[in-house]
T-cell receptor, first 118, second 110 residues
C-alpha cells in the first residue's frame, strides 16, 4: 500500500515569492491534515479536512496561507507571499476513522516538504 | 499553559538503561492518547496508543493517569536504535484533531 505522498521534498525560495505543496493521502482515508513543524518543536495543525470540507482551519494564517482539497482526495497548501518565518517542514497526514482507541484517528504522515525562505 | 507538555530533553542514556518520559495535558476531557516516534529529519510514526489500563508492547510500556492528567512512556533495555524524538499526542475530543507535545529527544549511547 502506498503511503502518504508529498511533493516537493525540498523548496528554497526568496521571501515574498509564492510556494505550493501537494499531498496525496492513503487511498480511502477521508481525513487529511496539514501540519507545520519547526525545528525542535512538535507538529502544529494548520488545517484538517473531512473529505473535501475544511472542518478545522482555525490555526491557518489566512492572510497568506490557503489550502484546498477539491475532490476529497489530494490536497494543496499554498503560501503567498512567503515570509522568512515560514521556513519549516510542512507535513501532510491522513487517517481513517476508527483505527485507534475510542475511535480516534491514528495519523500516517508523509515525508514532509522542507521549506527554506531566504 | 500549553495543551500538551513533555519532559524537556535531551535524555542521554547508555545501552541497556531504562528510561521514562512524562507528558501532561491540560484538557481533562481528553479522549485518547498516543506516543509517536520521530527519527531525525523523518516524519512522525505511531509508536503506540495509550489505553486507560496501561499497555505494553515489548520493551515499551505506556501508562495513563487521568486524575493527574499525565501519560508516561517507559523504555526498558534501551537499544541504540531507540535514539529518536518521542512525541506525546492527545486527542481532546473524540474524532477531533490531535495535539502534539514538543517532543523529548532520546540518545542511546554504546
Amino acid at each position: 500500500e502506498a503511503g502518504v505522498v508529498q511533493s516537493p521534498r525540498y523548496k528554497i525560495i526568496e521571501k515574498k515569492q509564492p510556494v505550493a505543496f501537494w499531498c496525496n493521502p492513503i487511498s480511502g482515508h477521508n481525513t487529511l491534515y496539514w501540519y507545520l513543524q519547526n525545528l525542535g518543536q512538535g507538529p502544529e495543525l494548520l488545517i484538517r479536512y473531512e473529505n473535501e470540507e475544511a472542518v478545522d482551519d482555525s490555526q491557518l494564517p489566512k492572510d497568506r496561507f490557503s489550502a484546498e482539497r477539491l475532490k476529497g482526495v489530494d490536497s494543496t497548501l499554498k503560501i503567498q507571499p512567503a515570509e522568512l518565518g515560514d521556513s519549516a517542514v510542512y507535513l501532510c497526514a491522513s487517517s481513517s476513522r476508527g483505527q485507534g482507541s475510542s475511535g480516534a484517528n491514528v495519523l500516517t504522515f508523509g515525508a514532509g516538504s522542507r521549506l527554506t525562505v531566504l | 499553559r500549553k495543551e500538551v507538555e513533555q519532559d524537556p530533553g535531551p535524555f542521554n542514556v547508555p545501552e541497556g538503561a531504562t528510561v521514562a518520559f512524562n507528558c501532561t495535558y491540560s484538557n481533562s476531557a481528553s479522549q485518547s492518547f498516543f506516543w509517536y516516534r520521530q527519527d531525525c529529519r523523518k516524519e512522525p510514526k505511531l509508536l503506540m496508543s495509550v489505553y486507560s489500563s496501561g499497555n505494553e508492547d515489548g520493551r515499551f510500556t505506556a501508562q495513563l493517569n487521568r486524575a493527574s492528567q499525565y501519560i508516561s512512556l517507559l523504555i526498558r533495555d534501551s537499544k541504540l536504535s531507540d535514539s529518536a524524538t518521542y512525541l506525546c499526542v492527545v486527542n481532546p475530543i473524540q474524532g477531533g484533531k490531535l495535539i502534539f507535545g514538543q517532543g523529548t529527544e532520546l540518545s542511546v549511547k554504546p
